[in-house]
Protein backbone atom coordinates (compact mmCIF):
# COMPACT_ATOMS: atom_id res chain seq x y z
CA UNK A 1 0.00 0.00 0.00
CA UNK A 2 1.29 3.52 -0.97
CA UNK A 3 1.09 6.23 1.71
CA UNK A 4 -1.27 7.95 -0.69
CA UNK A 5 -3.54 4.84 -0.68
CA UNK A 6 -2.98 4.82 2.95
CA UNK A 7 -3.79 8.01 3.87
CA UNK A 8 -6.93 7.65 1.64
CA UNK A 9 -8.04 4.63 3.32
CA UNK A 10 -7.55 6.06 7.16
CA UNK A 11 -8.73 9.16 6.25
CA UNK A 12 -11.57 9.38 8.82
CA UNK A 13 -8.64 8.48 12.00
CA UNK A 14 -5.95 10.66 10.14
CA UNK A 15 -8.97 13.59 9.74
CA UNK A 16 -10.29 13.00 13.67
CA UNK A 17 -6.21 12.91 14.84
CA UNK A 18 -5.59 16.32 13.14
CA UNK A 19 -9.18 17.38 14.69
CA UNK A 20 -7.96 16.53 18.21
CA UNK A 21 -4.27 17.65 17.63
CA UNK A 22 -5.86 21.16 16.69
CA UNK A 23 -8.05 21.05 19.97
CA UNK A 24 -4.93 19.94 22.07
CA UNK A 25 -2.71 23.04 20.63
CA UNK A 26 -5.82 25.45 20.79
CA UNK A 27 -6.88 24.86 23.76
CA UNK A 28 -3.57 24.56 25.12
CA UNK A 29 -2.23 28.22 23.30
CA UNK A 30 -5.44 29.71 24.67
CA UNK A 31 -4.69 28.70 28.49
CA UNK A 32 -0.86 29.59 28.24
CA UNK A 33 -1.70 33.09 26.80
CA UNK A 34 -4.80 33.39 29.86
CA UNK A 35 -1.84 32.48 32.23
CA UNK A 36 1.02 34.40 30.54
CA UNK A 37 -0.55 37.76 29.42
CA UNK A 38 -1.66 38.82 32.76
CA UNK A 39 1.38 37.39 34.21
CA UNK A 40 3.38 39.65 32.17
CA UNK A 41 1.50 42.47 32.83
CA UNK A 42 2.02 41.61 36.10
CA UNK A 43 5.73 41.20 36.61
CA UNK A 44 6.32 44.35 34.20
CA UNK A 45 4.30 46.73 37.08
CA UNK A 46 6.46 44.90 39.86
CA UNK A 47 9.75 43.73 38.28
CA UNK A 48 11.09 42.58 41.38
CA UNK A 49 9.40 39.31 41.13
CA UNK A 50 10.46 38.81 37.50
CA UNK A 51 13.63 37.17 37.89
CA UNK A 52 12.06 34.66 40.11
CA UNK A 53 9.28 33.93 38.23
CA UNK A 54 11.09 34.40 34.52
CA UNK A 55 13.57 31.49 35.70
CA UNK A 56 11.01 29.31 37.99
CA UNK A 57 9.25 29.48 33.64
CA UNK A 58 12.15 28.45 32.40
CA UNK A 59 12.93 25.19 34.65
CA UNK A 60 9.31 23.81 33.97
CA UNK A 61 10.44 24.09 29.98
CA UNK A 62 13.80 22.15 30.64
CA UNK A 63 11.99 19.14 32.37
CA UNK A 64 11.34 16.51 29.47
CA UNK A 65 8.15 16.73 27.96
CA UNK A 66 7.92 13.03 28.85
CA UNK A 67 9.05 13.53 31.95
CA UNK A 68 6.33 15.96 32.50
CA UNK A 69 3.63 13.87 31.05
CA UNK A 70 4.68 11.13 33.89
CA UNK A 71 3.83 13.53 36.60
CA UNK A 72 0.99 14.82 35.13
CA UNK A 73 -0.10 10.92 34.71
CA UNK A 74 0.09 10.10 38.22
CA UNK A 75 -1.39 13.52 39.58
CA UNK A 76 -4.87 13.29 36.59
CA UNK A 77 -4.97 9.78 35.13
CA UNK A 78 -4.81 8.99 31.74
CA UNK A 79 -6.67 11.03 28.89
CA UNK A 80 -6.95 14.49 27.54
CA UNK A 81 -6.70 16.51 31.13
CA UNK A 82 -2.92 15.61 32.08
CA UNK A 83 -2.14 16.32 28.17
CA UNK A 84 -4.00 20.00 28.47
CA UNK A 85 -2.10 20.92 31.43
CA UNK A 86 1.60 20.12 30.44
CA UNK A 87 0.85 21.80 27.08
CA UNK A 88 -0.31 24.84 28.53
CA UNK A 89 2.35 25.05 31.29
CA UNK A 90 4.79 24.83 27.71
CA UNK A 91 2.64 27.14 26.15
CA UNK A 92 3.30 29.64 29.45
CA UNK A 93 6.87 30.69 29.09
CA UNK A 94 7.29 32.25 25.42
CA UNK A 95 4.19 33.88 25.46
CA UNK A 96 4.85 35.50 29.35
CA UNK A 97 8.98 36.10 28.51
CA UNK A 98 7.55 37.97 24.86
CA UNK A 99 5.12 40.03 27.14
CA UNK A 100 7.12 40.83 29.72
CA UNK A 101 9.84 42.37 27.63
CA UNK A 102 7.92 43.42 25.20
CA UNK A 103 6.17 46.15 27.87
CA UNK A 104 9.69 46.54 29.40
CA UNK A 105 11.07 47.50 26.24
CA UNK A 106 8.93 50.17 25.46
CA UNK A 107 11.16 53.11 25.38
CA UNK A 108 11.24 55.19 28.64
CA UNK A 109 10.72 58.74 27.08
CA UNK A 110 6.87 57.45 25.82
CA UNK A 111 6.31 56.12 29.14
CA UNK A 112 7.26 59.34 29.97
CA UNK A 113 5.75 61.55 27.77
CA UNK A 114 2.15 59.80 28.37
CA UNK A 115 2.79 60.14 32.25
CA UNK A 116 3.43 63.75 31.77
CA UNK A 117 0.58 64.42 29.46
CA UNK A 118 -1.75 63.03 32.23
CA UNK A 119 -2.25 59.58 31.43
CA UNK A 120 -3.15 57.12 33.96
CA UNK A 121 -1.29 54.03 35.13
CA UNK A 122 -4.20 51.74 33.21
CA UNK A 123 -4.27 54.61 30.42
CA UNK A 124 -0.41 54.22 29.70
CA UNK A 125 -0.61 50.04 29.84
CA UNK A 126 -3.75 50.19 27.28
CA UNK A 127 -2.84 52.90 25.15
CA UNK A 128 0.82 52.64 25.03
CA UNK A 129 2.50 49.58 26.29
CA UNK A 130 0.45 46.92 25.21
CA UNK A 131 0.21 48.38 22.08
CA UNK A 132 4.11 49.06 21.92
CA UNK A 133 4.34 45.39 22.98
CA UNK A 134 1.96 43.25 20.64
CA UNK A 135 3.95 42.37 18.41
CA UNK A 136 6.17 40.82 20.83
CA UNK A 137 3.45 39.63 22.36
CA UNK A 138 1.98 37.81 19.19
CA UNK A 139 5.63 36.50 18.26
CA UNK A 140 5.40 34.58 21.77
CA UNK A 141 2.02 33.31 20.91
CA UNK A 142 4.03 31.91 17.68
CA UNK A 143 6.62 30.56 19.59
CA UNK A 144 4.82 28.50 21.63
CA UNK A 145 2.19 27.53 18.84
CA UNK A 146 4.60 26.09 16.69
CA UNK A 147 6.19 24.01 20.28
CA UNK A 148 3.20 22.86 21.53
CA UNK A 149 2.52 21.48 17.89
CA UNK A 150 5.80 19.32 18.15
CA UNK A 151 5.28 18.64 21.72
CA UNK A 152 1.33 17.57 21.63
CA UNK A 153 2.64 14.42 19.71
CA UNK A 154 3.46 13.06 23.29
CA UNK A 155 0.07 13.57 24.15
CA UNK A 156 -0.81 10.05 22.14
CA UNK A 157 1.17 8.42 25.00
CA UNK A 158 -1.20 9.05 27.35
CA UNK A 159 -4.19 8.61 25.65
CA UNK A 160 -5.23 12.16 24.65
CA UNK A 161 -4.96 11.24 21.19
CA UNK A 162 -4.06 13.91 18.21
CA UNK A 163 -1.66 12.97 15.31
CA UNK A 164 0.74 11.64 18.47
CA UNK A 165 -1.59 8.48 18.19
CA UNK A 166 -0.83 8.17 14.50
CA UNK A 167 2.83 8.04 15.22
CA UNK A 168 3.01 6.12 18.30
CA UNK A 169 0.97 3.07 16.93
CA UNK A 170 3.01 3.36 14.09
CA UNK A 171 6.52 3.14 16.08
CA UNK A 172 4.98 -0.10 17.82
CA UNK A 173 4.37 -2.00 15.07
CA UNK A 174 6.97 -1.06 12.28
CA UNK A 175 4.41 0.88 10.10
CA UNK A 176 5.78 3.55 8.27
CA UNK A 177 3.13 4.57 6.87
CA UNK A 178 1.57 5.16 10.24
CA UNK A 179 4.23 7.40 11.39
CA UNK A 180 4.29 9.28 8.30
CA UNK A 181 0.77 9.94 8.93
CA UNK A 182 0.90 11.41 11.74
CA UNK A 183 4.60 12.98 11.21
CA UNK A 184 3.64 14.87 8.17
CA UNK A 185 -0.11 16.33 8.87
CA UNK A 186 2.06 17.85 12.15
CA UNK A 187 5.04 19.08 10.77
CA UNK A 188 2.14 21.05 8.02
CA UNK A 189 0.10 22.42 10.56
CA UNK A 190 3.69 24.25 12.46
CA UNK A 191 4.64 25.45 9.26
CA UNK A 192 1.46 26.55 8.55
CA UNK A 193 -0.13 28.07 11.85
CA UNK A 194 3.52 30.00 11.69
CA UNK A 195 2.97 31.71 9.16
CA UNK A 196 -0.57 32.15 9.94
CA UNK A 197 0.10 33.94 12.97
CA UNK A 198 3.06 35.80 11.25
CA UNK A 199 0.79 37.34 8.80
CA UNK A 200 -1.74 38.50 11.91
CA UNK A 201 1.49 39.82 13.78
CA UNK A 202 2.19 41.98 10.50
CA UNK A 203 -1.22 43.13 10.11
CA UNK A 204 -1.85 44.10 13.71
CA UNK A 205 1.84 45.90 13.42
CA UNK A 206 0.82 49.81 13.09
CA UNK A 207 2.11 51.65 10.10
CA UNK A 208 4.12 53.69 12.56
CA UNK A 209 6.09 50.79 13.66
CA UNK A 210 6.89 48.98 11.15
CA UNK A 211 10.69 49.20 10.24
CA UNK A 212 10.80 50.50 13.88
CA UNK A 213 10.63 46.90 15.30
CA UNK A 214 11.52 44.10 14.05
CA UNK B 1 1.16 82.04 37.82
CA UNK B 2 3.38 79.56 39.55
CA UNK B 3 4.38 80.09 43.04
CA UNK B 4 7.53 78.21 44.51
CA UNK B 5 7.59 78.67 48.35
CA UNK B 6 10.42 76.84 50.31
CA UNK B 7 10.57 73.89 48.14
CA UNK B 8 13.32 71.56 48.84
CA UNK B 9 13.76 67.94 47.48
CA UNK B 10 16.54 65.56 47.66
CA UNK B 11 17.59 62.07 46.37
CA UNK B 12 18.95 60.28 49.38
CA UNK B 13 22.68 62.66 50.39
CA UNK B 14 22.17 64.81 47.71
CA UNK B 15 19.46 68.04 47.86
CA UNK B 16 18.68 68.77 44.28
CA UNK B 17 16.62 71.69 45.35
CA UNK B 18 17.19 74.32 48.36
CA UNK B 19 15.01 76.04 49.83
CA UNK B 20 13.62 77.63 46.52
CA UNK B 21 10.93 80.89 46.55
CA UNK B 22 10.41 82.33 43.14
CA UNK B 23 7.33 83.45 41.33
CA UNK B 24 6.19 82.83 37.65
CA UNK B 25 3.81 85.63 36.50
CA UNK B 26 1.15 84.82 33.96
CA UNK B 27 2.18 85.08 30.26
CA UNK B 28 5.95 85.13 30.49
CA UNK B 29 8.00 82.82 29.04
CA UNK B 30 10.54 81.92 31.67
CA UNK B 31 13.40 80.19 30.97
CA UNK B 32 15.43 77.54 33.65
CA UNK B 33 19.16 77.54 32.68
CA UNK B 34 22.03 76.51 34.48
CA UNK B 35 24.88 73.96 34.74
CA UNK B 36 24.15 70.50 34.64
CA UNK B 37 22.82 68.90 37.69
CA UNK B 38 21.80 72.46 39.02
CA UNK B 39 17.90 71.07 39.49
CA UNK B 40 16.59 72.99 36.70
CA UNK B 41 14.64 69.92 35.51
CA UNK B 42 13.46 69.18 38.61
CA UNK B 43 12.53 72.17 39.37
CA UNK B 44 10.37 71.73 36.30
CA UNK B 45 8.82 68.44 37.36
CA UNK B 46 7.77 69.59 40.38
CA UNK B 47 5.05 71.70 38.06
CA UNK B 48 3.17 68.83 37.03
CA UNK B 49 4.06 66.56 39.69
CA UNK B 50 5.83 64.07 38.00
CA UNK B 51 8.65 64.97 41.07
CA UNK B 52 6.81 65.63 44.61
CA UNK B 53 9.06 67.97 46.83
CA UNK B 54 10.05 66.72 50.34
CA UNK B 55 9.21 69.90 51.52
CA UNK B 56 7.43 73.42 50.40
CA UNK B 57 4.75 73.80 48.53
CA UNK B 58 3.78 74.88 44.98
CA UNK B 59 0.75 77.57 44.15
CA UNK B 60 -0.88 77.24 40.55
CA UNK B 61 -3.10 80.45 40.62
CA UNK B 62 -3.35 80.15 44.40
CA UNK B 63 -3.93 76.91 44.72
CA UNK B 64 -1.48 74.53 46.69
CA UNK B 65 -1.09 71.76 43.65
CA UNK B 66 -0.07 69.05 45.90
CA UNK B 67 -4.17 68.93 46.75
CA UNK B 68 -4.73 68.32 43.09
CA UNK B 69 -5.58 65.01 41.26
CA UNK B 70 -1.85 64.61 39.77
CA UNK B 71 -3.62 63.42 36.44
CA UNK B 72 -5.80 65.97 35.94
CA UNK B 73 -2.98 68.59 36.90
CA UNK B 74 -0.90 67.11 34.31
CA UNK B 75 -3.97 67.10 32.08
CA UNK B 76 -4.38 70.71 32.62
CA UNK B 77 -0.30 71.74 31.65
CA UNK B 78 1.15 71.11 28.79
CA UNK B 79 4.35 68.44 28.66
CA UNK B 80 7.39 68.60 25.72
CA UNK B 81 10.29 66.41 26.35
CA UNK B 82 13.63 66.25 24.67
CA UNK B 83 12.91 62.72 23.07
CA UNK B 84 9.84 64.06 21.68
CA UNK B 85 7.83 60.73 22.74
CA UNK B 86 5.40 61.05 20.32
CA UNK B 87 3.34 57.89 20.23
CA UNK B 88 4.62 55.31 17.70
CA UNK B 89 1.36 53.60 17.22
CA UNK B 90 -0.63 56.77 16.56
CA UNK B 91 -0.83 59.37 13.70
CA UNK B 92 -0.45 62.85 13.90
CA UNK B 93 -3.36 63.24 14.43
CA UNK B 94 -3.98 61.18 17.00
CA UNK B 95 -1.10 62.06 19.19
CA UNK B 96 -2.33 65.67 18.76
CA UNK B 97 -5.59 64.68 19.92
CA UNK B 98 -4.24 62.40 22.58
CA UNK B 99 -5.32 65.17 25.67
CA UNK B 100 -8.41 66.23 24.35
CA UNK B 101 -9.96 62.79 23.88
CA UNK B 102 -8.55 61.87 27.97
CA UNK B 103 -10.73 64.45 28.72
CA UNK B 104 -13.76 63.56 26.32
CA UNK B 105 -13.86 66.04 23.89
CA UNK B 106 -16.13 65.02 21.34
CA UNK B 107 -14.16 64.49 17.81
CA UNK B 108 -16.35 67.44 16.71
CA UNK B 109 -14.78 69.33 18.78
CA UNK B 110 -11.22 68.46 19.20
CA UNK B 111 -10.59 67.35 15.09
CA UNK B 112 -11.14 71.36 14.54
CA UNK B 113 -8.45 72.19 17.21
CA UNK B 114 -5.80 69.31 15.24
CA UNK B 115 -6.14 71.22 12.35
CA UNK B 116 -6.00 74.81 13.53
CA UNK B 117 -3.09 73.48 15.51
CA UNK B 118 -1.16 71.62 12.29
CA UNK B 119 -2.00 75.33 10.12
CA UNK B 120 -0.21 77.18 12.77
CA UNK B 121 2.85 75.72 12.53
CA UNK B 122 2.85 74.88 8.70
CA UNK B 123 2.19 71.63 8.47
CA UNK B 124 -1.35 71.09 6.04
CA UNK B 125 -3.95 68.46 7.51
CA UNK B 126 -4.60 66.90 4.50
CA UNK B 127 -0.51 65.80 4.03
CA UNK B 128 0.13 65.36 7.48
CA UNK B 129 -2.65 64.30 10.04
CA UNK B 130 -2.30 60.71 9.01
CA UNK B 131 1.09 60.11 8.88
CA UNK B 132 2.89 58.68 12.27
CA UNK B 133 5.25 59.93 13.48
CA UNK B 134 8.52 57.83 12.07
CA UNK B 135 7.37 59.38 8.51
CA UNK B 136 8.40 62.79 9.64
CA UNK B 137 11.89 64.55 10.24
CA UNK B 138 12.83 65.23 13.25
CA UNK B 139 11.75 69.01 13.16
CA UNK B 140 8.42 68.11 12.02
CA UNK B 141 8.02 65.74 15.32
CA UNK B 142 8.97 68.23 17.79
CA UNK B 143 6.39 70.47 16.43
CA UNK B 144 3.63 68.13 16.66
CA UNK B 145 5.41 67.55 20.46
CA UNK B 146 4.55 71.25 20.60
CA UNK B 147 1.13 70.95 19.20
CA UNK B 148 0.50 67.94 21.58
CA UNK B 149 1.44 69.74 24.33
CA UNK B 150 -1.20 72.49 23.36
CA UNK B 151 -4.17 70.27 21.64
CA UNK B 152 -6.23 71.36 25.33
CA UNK B 153 -5.50 74.75 25.42
CA UNK B 154 -3.69 74.57 28.94
CA UNK B 155 -2.53 77.86 30.17
CA UNK B 156 1.06 76.82 30.74
CA UNK B 157 3.42 74.52 29.06
CA UNK B 158 6.32 73.01 30.83
CA UNK B 159 9.14 72.33 28.14
CA UNK B 160 12.02 69.75 28.71
CA UNK B 161 15.16 71.08 26.55
CA UNK B 162 12.59 70.49 23.95
CA UNK B 163 15.64 71.75 21.25
CA UNK B 164 18.03 69.93 22.27
CA UNK B 165 18.22 67.26 19.92
CA UNK B 166 17.57 68.96 16.92
CA UNK B 167 20.43 70.81 14.59
CA UNK B 168 20.77 74.47 14.75
CA UNK B 169 18.83 76.09 11.76
CA UNK B 170 15.61 73.57 12.74
CA UNK B 171 16.10 74.40 16.26
CA UNK B 172 15.88 77.95 15.01
CA UNK B 173 12.91 77.99 13.10
CA UNK B 174 11.43 76.31 16.00
CA UNK B 175 12.73 78.62 18.43
CA UNK B 176 10.94 81.26 16.49
CA UNK B 177 7.77 79.48 16.08
CA UNK B 178 7.42 78.40 19.92
CA UNK B 179 7.84 81.71 20.86
CA UNK B 180 5.51 82.92 17.86
CA UNK B 181 2.32 80.44 19.35
CA UNK B 182 3.50 81.96 22.81
CA UNK B 183 3.21 85.49 22.03
CA UNK B 184 -0.26 84.29 19.92
CA UNK B 185 -1.93 82.54 22.73
CA UNK B 186 -0.42 84.19 25.55
CA UNK B 187 0.54 81.04 27.22
CA UNK B 188 3.16 80.60 29.99
CA UNK B 189 5.88 79.06 29.42
CA UNK B 190 8.60 77.23 31.48
CA UNK B 191 11.43 76.41 29.44
CA UNK B 192 14.66 74.18 30.32
CA UNK B 193 17.70 74.50 28.38
CA UNK B 194 21.21 74.64 28.95
CA UNK B 195 21.70 76.91 26.11
CA UNK B 196 22.38 80.50 27.09
CA UNK B 197 21.88 81.28 23.35
CA UNK B 198 18.53 80.09 23.43
CA UNK B 199 17.93 81.23 27.23
CA UNK B 200 18.48 85.10 25.64
CA UNK B 201 16.35 84.16 22.99
CA UNK B 202 13.45 83.46 24.06
CA UNK B 203 13.05 84.27 28.22
CA UNK B 204 11.55 87.11 29.34
CA UNK B 205 12.33 86.37 32.46
CA UNK B 206 15.52 83.62 32.99
CA UNK B 207 16.27 81.96 36.12
CA UNK B 208 19.57 80.91 36.81
CA UNK B 209 19.86 78.14 38.88
CA UNK B 210 22.76 76.53 40.34
CA UNK B 211 23.30 73.92 43.11
CA UNK B 212 19.55 73.52 43.65
CA UNK B 213 19.42 77.45 44.10
CA UNK B 214 18.65 80.17 42.39
CA UNK B 215 21.29 82.50 41.52
CA UNK B 216 19.74 85.37 40.02
CA UNK B 217 16.30 86.01 38.34
CA UNK B 218 16.31 88.19 36.04
CA UNK B 219 15.45 89.58 32.36
CA UNK B 220 17.86 88.44 29.45
CA UNK B 221 19.02 92.26 29.31
CA UNK B 222 19.25 92.25 33.58
CA UNK B 223 21.20 89.75 33.21
CA UNK B 224 23.55 90.79 30.78
CA UNK B 225 24.61 93.81 32.49
CA UNK B 226 24.42 92.81 35.96
CA UNK B 227 25.27 89.19 35.91
CA UNK B 228 24.71 88.84 40.05
CA UNK B 229 27.55 85.79 40.58
CA UNK B 230 30.49 84.93 39.09
CA UNK B 231 29.44 81.41 37.28
CA UNK B 232 26.70 83.35 35.60
CA UNK B 233 29.48 85.60 33.61
CA UNK B 234 31.36 82.67 32.54
CA UNK B 235 28.29 80.64 31.76
CA UNK B 236 27.22 83.92 29.13
CA UNK B 237 30.90 83.58 27.73
CA UNK B 238 30.76 84.65 24.51
CA UNK B 239 27.17 87.48 25.25
CA UNK B 240 29.44 89.48 28.12
CA UNK B 241 30.54 91.85 25.41
CA UNK B 242 27.51 92.34 23.27
CA UNK B 243 25.50 95.08 25.08
CA UNK B 244 28.69 96.92 25.81
CA UNK B 245 29.13 97.43 22.35
CA UNK B 246 28.61 101.26 23.02
CA UNK B 247 29.84 101.10 26.57
CA UNK B 248 33.12 102.36 28.00
CA UNK B 249 35.82 99.94 25.97
CA UNK B 250 39.51 101.44 26.91
CA UNK B 251 42.88 100.02 25.91
CA UNK B 252 42.29 97.14 27.97
CA UNK B 253 39.90 95.43 25.95
CA UNK B 254 41.97 95.61 23.24
CA UNK B 255 45.31 94.71 24.31
CA UNK B 256 47.41 91.04 24.36
CA UNK B 257 48.86 90.43 27.53
CA UNK B 258 50.76 87.64 26.38
CA UNK B 259 54.23 90.01 25.39
CA UNK B 260 58.13 89.68 24.85
CA UNK B 261 60.00 91.98 27.13
CA UNK B 262 63.46 91.70 28.68
CA UNK B 263 65.97 94.21 30.35
CA UNK B 264 67.65 96.63 28.28
CA UNK B 265 70.75 94.45 29.28
CA UNK B 266 69.90 91.55 27.39
CA UNK B 267 72.50 90.36 24.63
CA UNK B 268 71.60 90.37 21.12
CA UNK B 269 71.49 86.42 20.09
CA UNK B 270 69.60 85.77 23.46
CA UNK B 271 66.46 88.27 22.18
CA UNK B 272 66.96 87.27 18.39
CA UNK B 273 66.40 84.04 19.71
CA UNK B 274 63.34 85.03 21.75
CA UNK B 275 61.99 86.58 19.21
CA UNK B 276 62.47 83.49 16.69
CA UNK B 277 60.49 81.43 19.25
CA UNK B 278 58.16 83.48 19.70
CA UNK B 279 57.49 84.30 16.29
CA UNK B 280 57.91 88.14 16.10
CA UNK B 281 59.39 90.66 15.28
CA UNK B 282 60.14 93.04 17.65
CA UNK B 283 60.40 92.84 21.66
CA UNK B 284 59.67 95.52 24.78
CA UNK B 285 62.83 97.19 26.61
CA UNK B 286 62.17 97.54 30.29
CA UNK B 287 64.52 99.54 32.93
CA UNK B 288 66.24 98.20 35.69
CA UNK B 289 62.20 99.01 37.88
CA UNK B 290 60.65 97.56 35.23
CA UNK B 291 59.30 100.61 33.89
CA UNK B 292 58.99 100.54 29.70
CA UNK B 293 61.84 102.05 28.54
CA UNK B 294 61.43 101.53 24.37
CA UNK B 295 61.47 98.84 21.88
CA UNK B 296 63.70 97.10 19.72
CA UNK B 297 62.86 95.08 16.69
CA UNK B 298 64.58 91.99 15.57
CA UNK B 299 65.20 94.30 11.65
CA UNK B 300 67.37 96.88 13.58
CA UNK B 301 69.38 93.66 15.26
CA UNK B 302 69.88 92.54 12.43
CA UNK B 303 71.34 95.54 10.30
CA UNK B 304 73.00 96.59 13.06
CA UNK B 305 73.83 94.45 15.94
CA UNK B 306 76.95 92.20 16.73
CA UNK B 307 76.80 89.26 19.33
CA UNK B 308 77.13 90.00 22.50
CA UNK B 309 75.92 93.37 22.75
CA UNK B 310 73.36 94.03 24.93
CA UNK B 311 69.78 95.32 22.92
CA UNK B 312 69.56 98.69 25.23
CA UNK B 313 72.07 100.13 22.71
CA UNK B 314 69.59 99.54 20.05
CA UNK B 315 66.77 100.23 21.58
CA UNK B 316 63.93 103.03 19.84
CA UNK B 317 61.48 105.07 21.68
CA UNK B 318 59.35 105.85 18.77
CA UNK B 319 56.02 103.68 19.56
CA UNK B 320 53.49 105.09 20.69
CA UNK B 321 52.49 104.10 24.53
CA UNK B 322 48.38 104.58 25.85
CA UNK B 323 47.52 104.08 29.55
CA UNK B 324 45.63 101.34 30.24
CA UNK B 325 42.42 103.33 30.80
CA UNK B 326 42.90 105.42 27.65
CA UNK B 327 39.56 105.59 25.76
CA UNK B 328 39.02 103.07 22.64
CA UNK B 329 39.22 105.76 19.86
CA UNK B 330 42.10 107.83 21.28
CA UNK B 331 44.17 104.45 21.26
CA UNK B 332 42.70 103.61 17.67
CA UNK B 333 43.99 106.65 16.42
CA UNK B 334 47.25 106.21 17.73
CA UNK B 335 47.43 102.40 16.68
CA UNK B 336 46.86 103.83 12.92
CA UNK B 337 49.31 106.43 13.04
CA UNK B 338 52.53 103.92 14.98
CA UNK B 339 55.22 103.88 12.68
CA UNK B 340 55.65 100.16 14.32
CA UNK B 341 52.18 99.06 13.94
CA UNK B 342 51.17 98.75 17.48
CA UNK B 343 51.18 100.51 20.66
CA UNK B 344 52.42 99.74 24.12
CA UNK B 345 49.72 99.92 26.52
CA UNK B 346 51.10 100.97 30.16
CA UNK B 347 49.86 100.78 33.60
CA UNK B 348 49.64 103.38 36.09
CA UNK B 349 52.84 103.14 36.94
CA UNK B 350 54.69 103.36 33.62
CA UNK B 351 55.20 98.92 33.76
CA UNK B 352 54.21 97.62 30.46
CA UNK B 353 50.39 95.99 30.90
CA UNK B 354 50.14 94.57 27.11
CA UNK B 355 50.37 95.76 23.92
CA UNK B 356 47.81 96.04 21.13
CA UNK B 357 48.51 95.18 16.99
CA UNK B 358 45.83 95.53 14.35
CA UNK B 359 44.98 92.07 14.37
CA UNK B 360 44.16 91.96 18.60
CA UNK B 361 41.88 94.96 18.19
CA UNK B 362 40.31 93.81 15.33
CA UNK B 363 39.56 90.88 16.90
CA UNK B 364 38.04 92.75 20.39
CA UNK B 365 35.73 94.74 17.96
CA UNK B 366 34.81 91.48 16.24
CA UNK B 367 33.69 90.05 19.59
CA UNK B 368 32.21 93.37 20.81
CA UNK B 369 30.02 92.88 18.03
CA UNK B 370 29.32 89.34 17.62
CA UNK B 371 30.17 87.44 20.94
CA UNK B 372 33.30 85.31 21.25
CA UNK B 373 35.85 84.10 18.19
CA UNK B 374 37.40 81.50 16.97
CA UNK B 375 41.25 82.24 17.59
Known amino acids: MTLIEFFIANQKDILGSLIRHFQLVGISVAAGMLIAIPLGIFLSRFQRFAPIILNFAGMIQTIPGLVMLGFALLLFGIGLLPALVVLSLYAVLP ?42 IVGGIRTSTVFTVSWATLAGLIGAGGLGDLIWTGLATYNTNYILAGAIPSAVVAVVLSGLIHLIQKKITPRGLKGVSA | MIKFENVSKSYGESKVLKDLSFQINQGDFVVLIGPSGCGKTTTLRTINRLIEPDSGTIYIDGNDIS ?25 VEENIAVV ?8 EKWQPIVKDLLGLVGMPYDEN ?38 DPITREALQEEVKRIQKKLKKTIVFVTHDMDEALKM ?17 PEELLQHPADPLISEFMGKHRGTVNINANLTAADFMKTRVLKASGSMQTLQSVELMRNRDVNSMIVLNEDDTYAG ?3 LDTIKTHGKAGRAIGEFMETGV ?51 GEMIS
Open chain 2, 67 to 91: ALNPVELRRSIGYVIQQIGLFPNMT
Open chain 2, 100 to 107: PKLLKYPK
Open chain 2, 320 to 370: PTVNLKEDARETFEKLYTSPAGYVVVLNDDMSVAGLITKTSMAKAMGEALW
Open chain 2, 129 to 166: AHKYPSELSGGQQQRIGVLRALAASPPIVLMDEPFGAL
Open chain 1, 95 to 136: ILHNTYTGITEVEKSYIEAARGIGMTDGQILYKVELPLALSS
Open chain 2, 203 to 219: ADVIVFMSGGKILQMAS
Open chain 2, 295 to 297: TVS
